[in-house]
Structure formats: C-alpha cells, structure tokens
C-alpha cells in the first residue's frame, strides 16, 4: 500500500515510470477556471489534471452540499482515460496544501483504489525548488478503471443525526475557527458548527514551511482523536479530506460527511452551536 504522503524527491525520481501516474487538482472557488489554465501554462511533467467541479463534484442542489460527490460512472470514466487503473500508483498534488488534492485521493481510495498519495508540498513549493516542469499536455494511455465502492467510508446527514451524540463518536469540523464558531460565515446560509462537534482547522496539517507535517508530528496532535470513532467535516466535503487524509497517515481511519456543513445549515431546523 501506498505511503499516503509523499516528498518531491520520492515523486523526481519516478516520474519515468510508467506506472505512476501524477494528477494535477490546482483550483481557486473564486475563480473555478483558474486551475486549469495555470495547469496548462505548467504543471509536473506527464501530469494529468482533474477539475474540482467538473470532475470532483456533481451538480448540487438543495440540499446535499455544495460539492456533492459526481455520477460514479463518468468519474471512472474519467480516472480511466486519465491512464489510471488498479494497477498504478497516482501522485497527487495541488497549489492549496493539499486540499484539493486530498479530494482526489480520497475519492480514488472511495471507489477502491489504494495506491494513491499526496505531494507534500503545494506546486509553488516545487518551482521553488527548481524542480522541472512542462507545459506539453499529456498523451495517457487509456484504460479501464473498474470501480469498487466503500460506502463505509461516508456518512449522510441521518447518520449524523443518529451517531453524533455517541459517547465512542467525535465529530470533527476542518473549518477556519472563525467559522466553526459562528463568528463569519461568507458563503452558507447559518454560521456556527454541527452541535457537539470539536475543531481541527484542516491547515494545521501544514507546518510553518508549507510542507506537510510528518507522520509522527500528527500522530502527537491528532492523539485525542484515539479511542474515537470519527466523523469529519468541512465546508463542503472538500478541505475535510485533508484531516481524512491527515488521520490515515498516522493509521486512522475517518468517516467523511459529503454534504458538511452547506448541507446541515441548509435545513432551518437543524439545530447549530456557535461556542
């Protein structure tokens, strides 16, 4: 099984390898075209690019959240023309430490795939350094990718409902503290955070220098999280991924709530706590 982080030296020295495949996910929510064409000026030589709206999300609705997952079938349909299949390793890598990129990973890993990892470093962080790059699209070689559904690594917001109050169940919001405690919220209709439910900011994943912290420094932050059967959310199931990503190295497994808090607070009776 894969390491789920990777350093920049481990991905140099196999990006010949015909069995690794590096899938590029840079986007911007203010700017949902951004990504794409910074990709297309340059990205890690070979690099394919996933979209998180095109590719990442279905279309939402009202309630389910803002990046409900997409139709299964198209996004396997995309992952295979993309060259991956059971058989290659994936490398991924974003611009937002991860965030992105922990989207894809987890996706991958949600249809059944394991050999996946994320860059720990953001793409600034490898120009940087003076690590090559192109801006020639890629040619992957098409495949199938079959996929095998884990639907035990999701939770509705029933579920929620039932688990939160458990003794053996910790619900974890990734959001900026300011909007975990209800005193901003810019883009969902109720500030505040799921009742219960205890912070962990997804970019304390991130040490001072942009690099993902290792595994044994999160196993010393994420230790009250022993013991407990985990359920993590963010805004819109995006950024959550990087604390799901964040436990899976040190060995934990986590549960994701897809739809977070844009779908909790789209429903007016939902109660929310704002401390």
Known sequence: MARQLVDAEWLVQRLRND???????????????????????????????????????????????????????AFAKKVGDSGIDQSKQVVVY????????ARLWWMLAYL??????????SYSKWLEAGYSVSS??????????????????????????QEKDKDEVMLID????????GETEPIDPKAGH?????????KENVGDDGKWKTPDELKEELKPFDDKDLIV??????TANANVLALKAIGK???????????????????????
């Open 136 to 161: 020639e699209p890629p040619h992957p070689e098409e495949c199938e990718f079959v996929p095998h559904v884990r639907s035990e690594m999701v939770v509705d917001i029933e579920k929620v409902k």
């Open 112 to 121: 059944g795939h394991d050999n996946v990892s994320v860059l720990d470093i």
């Open 253 to 275: 497994e986590a549960r994701l709530y897809v739809g977070s808090w844009s779908d909790w607070s789209s429903y007016s009776e939902n109660p929310v706590e704002t401390k």
């Open 194 to 202: 799921i009742p219960g439910a205890i912070n962990r900011f997804w």
């Open 174 to 181: 990734s959001r900026a503290p300011e909007r975990y405690l």
């Open 19 to 73: 069995n690794v495949v590096v899938a590029d996910c840079r986007f911007e929510l203010k700017d949902a075209k951004a990504g794409r064409r910074q990709y297309e000026q340059s990205h890690i030589p070979g690099a394919v690019y996933f979209d998180l709206e095109e590719d990442l999300s279905g279309p939402a609705g009202e309630h389910g959240g803002r990046h409900p997952l997409p139709d299964i079938d």
């Open 233 to 238: 959310y963010c805004g819109s199931g995006v």
């Open 94 to 101: 974003d611009d937002q430490n991860g965030s992105f990129a």
